[in-house]
């Protein structure tokens, strides 16, 4: 059983569209991630949310939003995409935020032609 | 901003040989946390060290922990090719993980 999944896997789209990154987890952890990995492998965070309240947010574009149903999921919606965008999403959860593991969903491919 | 950079960007050996990464960092941390990541795959964490920690083992892994020069080192023995992927440090400073680049090693059979 996939402990945190992401859909879809690949993301092709076009500039100026509007697109949604699901991820569920069933770990039943109370922590939820999204992270951007770009060409050059840098993983840089971008929300986590606990108990669905947001507790980090970087300097991250407002086109980014993320959206969290319950805690078991945390969706990513991106709004008006760029070509800069193109790169792979990682969501991760974790028991709670602070000194804990994370554990990563297979990621998911965007390419914003 | 990234905090941990490893060092070296890419490594390789032959299959056998011990396989040493080294990861530095700028601020003060509670933690340091090493990943794996296999090509096209989520990241899968392998051990965690403490900041009053200076060494840990777990299988033929092993990490050391240096807080007066902000450094720390993952050791893989006995490598297999297998082993071939990349690895990232990750700190934790007050809650807030930050991941380096990676060393990307190559395990040659």
């Known amino acids: 059983d996939t402990a945190v999944s992401q859909t879809p896997k690949y993301l092709v789209t076009q500039m100026g569209n509007d697109k949604s990154i699901k991820c569920e987890q069933n770990?039943?952890?109370?922590?939820m991630y999204w992270y951007k990995q770009d060409s050059k492998k840098f993983l840089k965070i971008m929300f986590s949310?606990?108990?669905?309240?947001?507790?980090i947010n970087e300097t991250v574009p407002n086109r980014f939003s993320p959206k969290s149903p319950d805690k078991a999921h945390l969706n990513l919606h991106i709004n008006s995409l760029e070509l800069g965008d193109s790169a792979v999403y990682f969501c991760?959860?974790?028991?709670?935020?602070?000194?804990?593991?994370?554990?990563f969903g297979p990621g998911t491919r965007l390419t914003v032609l | 901003s990234q905090q941990g950079e490893e060092d070296p960007q890419a490594l390789s050996i032959q299959e056998g040989e011990n396989a040493t990464m080294n990861c530095s960092y700028k601020t003060s941390i509670n933690n340091l946390q090493w990943y794996r990541q296999n090509s096209g795959r989520g990241l899968v964490h392998l051990i965690l060290?403490?900041?009053?920690?200076r060494e840990k083992h777990s299988g033929r892994l092993r990490v050391t922990l240096d807080t007066s020069k902000k450094s720390s080192s993952l050791l893989i023995t006995a490598s297999r090719a297998a082993d071939t992927a990349s690895y990232f440090c990750?700190?934790?400073?007050?809650?807030?993980?930050?991941f380096g680049a990676g060393t990307r090693l190559t395990v040659k059979p």
């Open positions: 949310y606990n108990n669905k309240e947001l507790i």
């Open positions: 991760a959860s974790s028991p709670a935020s602070g000194v804990f593991e994370q554990f």
């Open positions: 990750a700190t934790d400073v007050n809650n807030d993980m930050r």
């Open positions: 060290i403490r900041s009053n920690e």
């Open positions: 770990l039943g952890h109370d922590t």
